[in-house]
């Protein structure tokens, strides 16, 4: 079994700091980490990879420093990493992503065929979720989106069984491989890479190819002249005017009590479903004992 | 956890700071085999700095890093300011065409691309970097002689021939396995500092300075409330650096936070001019060892050698860190060179080689001439506030012309003297000083 895990290099948006004292957002020295939701799609892999021996190539679009994240990819279990990278990819959006994408998986697939594409849910920079989906198109395979669990893949049937999150539960799909899964994050949580496979992935070559290598003929296809979406304007949005309110009081208690008889006097359906609650609870079997 | 890795390194070097990066660079261009382990994401993560880069120190280890280093300014001109608390300011200006001629002598910095840069250097050097990774104690054999590390990673045991602690002013790896205690409050400096970004044009007309010509001024005075530190305004490409550090006891006796003390510097009439409009776009915090010579921890053993902040070399009164780190690592490395050439054991015997080279060195012979200073200093605050303070307010009333006899106006000053220290004081204060400082 084969199974190719596209990842991105994103700015850590968590480690992007605030001033204490201006509260101003400091960008500098802000790292690139995979984007985290992706790394969960990594570890569901890597699981299968332990569990039925298949093979692990994590493969990225993006400008030469990705590597870092190729090889970090690589230090967690990956067997093999690929970095489609050329200038002519710059200013991609999700439509050009996924044709260079597509176009470097079936490169691949002639080499060692493909069977399962993971991707994250989306990218915590992008945010559209829109690469995963153009990638089953691309490829003519299933789609299977918003997965949480991979409940078993049928190497003789081709088939794969897993768990999407849906509004209102849980859908179990059932689906013919070549497929492609986007990962739910919380899933599952990402090994912590041993030793010898530090020392693997810090002498690794990753793989660079560009768009030859990665059979892409038609250049208007990809980067920014293969890309409509236009960003018409950045911009922060202005802060809610939301006054705060000092709760008067003796004691903690006093106040706590004050704010507890406001939320509900303004939400008298919350103190109607919290008094069924506790009276539930006070009558239950546990209650009892 | 405790199972090996297969592999044997000649050298561990333990962080990725310019002690480190010295070390591990030094010994992968002599050919050695060199794993270096770093806690942080990437080598520079967990690094602070004003910043200045000696050149100096940096040259004898890759003698033409001026034609890929980033490097933001060369200094021409230095600047002495003594502050008082809100109001004035009196200082020195020392600017020289003898530092604008190449080779220069020192830039500023800006560590976070620096240190990518060094890390760089090292790697294609040959020496095997490894991030993220937190080296949880030293491995020893039964004589107690160190041959490796333990990490926190499955198979995560190490071998190593020497293993070089350059794991920062904490060094936790150090403690633990015993070789020196924690740093005491007095011994440390807790410094802060912002990068704030201003148009190249804009600083360039603000500090008289064009091309690549920079500007440092350092700053004392009872600015730092009375506190023993020092505050710094350094100018980059297209940003200023903005810090001031205090001795960790008198912050936490004055329970100053580091935040409301750069405010203040902010503030001062002095700096507010010259910053002013700046964009804010790093602010970090770090532990500077300024305990000095009094304060060195034991420097080699069976197996080890310790180097930088994590011995605590750091030269409090001239600002120096770095350059210090960055010839300990060196001249660690070049030992170890030595003893590995020379086929001999690296015993505590043979390793005392480093601390004789350093005693050599600038390191040691500028640690030992300030020796006494730090406690000095400590013991008496007012020499850094009463002092300059007293300056101010002469130079106030000398230059205040309002019809009022000169002489009068220096029985006034001298008056206000006495009323501060007492002639046995002043004598005292001036004997402690040239003794601290001779």
Known sequence: MHIVVCIKQVPDSAQIRVHPVTNTIMRQGVPAIINPFDLFALEEALRLKDKYGARVTV?????????????????????????????????????ATSYALAAAIRKLDETRPVDIVFTGKQTIDGDTAQVGPGLAIRLNAQLLTYVSKIRGIDAATREIVVERRAEGGVQVLASKMPCVVTMLEGSNEMRFATMPDMF???????????????????????????SPTVVAK????????????????????????????????????????LLKHLDSLNHSPEAAR | ?????????????????????????????????????????YPGSKNVQGAILYSHALEAIIPDFRDSAPLERHIVEQRMWLLDE??????????????????????????????????QQVRDAGALVICETTVTGLLKNEAGKVIGVRTERENGDIL???????DGVNSLVGQRAGLRPDIAPKDAALAVKEILFLPKEVIEQRFNVSGSQGVVIEIAGSITGGMLGTAFLYTNKDSLAIGVGCILEDMKKQKMTPAELLERVKRHPAIRPLIEGGEMKEYAAHLIPEGGYNALPQLYGDGWVMVGDSAGFVNAIHREGSNLAMTTGRIAAETVIELKTA?????????????????????????????????MLLDNPHMLGMYPDFLARSAQTMLTVDGIDKRAKQREILARLKQKRSLWGIIGDAYKFWRAFK
């Open chain 2, 86 to 119: 809100s109001t004035s300011y009196t200082g020195a200006h020392f600017r020289s065409e003898e530092f604008n001629k190449p080779p220069y002598n020192r830039y500023t910095i800006i560590r976070a691309r620096f240190d990518k840069w060094f890390s």
């Open chain 2, 343 to 375: 086929g001999k054991p690296f015993s505590a015997a043979n390793l005392a080689a480093y601390k004789a080279r350093l005693d050599d060195s600038f390191v040691m012979k500028d640690l030992k001439k300030y020796a006494e200073a730090p406690d």
């Open chain 1, 59 to 95: 493969m990225s679009m993006g400008p030469a420093q990705a590597e870092e994240a190729m090889k970090k990819a690589l230090s967690f279990g990956a067997n093999d990493a690929i970095l489609v990278s050329d200038k002519i990819f710059a200013g991609a959006d999700t439509l």
């Open chain 1, 234 to 273: 950045v911009f922060a949005p202005s802060p809610k005017a939301v006054k705060a309110e000092m709760i008067p009081g003796e004691t903690p208690a006093a106040q706590c009590t004050a704010l507890v008889d406001r939320l509900f006097a303004e939400h008298p359906k919350l103190a109607a479903d």
């Open chain 2, 1 to 41: 956890m405790s199972e090996t890795v297969s592999e044997k390194f000649d050298a561990i070097v333990v962080g990725a700071g310019p002690a480190g990066n010295a070390a591990a660079y030094t010994l992968a261009k002599a050919g050695l085999a060199v794993l270096q382990i770093e806690r942080g994401e």
């Open chain 2, 160 to 166: 190593a021939d020497v293993v070089i602690l350059a």
């Open chain 1, 200 to 226: 693997r992935a810090a002498r690794f070559d990753v793989q660079h190819w560009n768009r030859d290598a990665a059979g892409i003929e038609d250049i208007k296809q990809v980067g920014l002249k293969g």
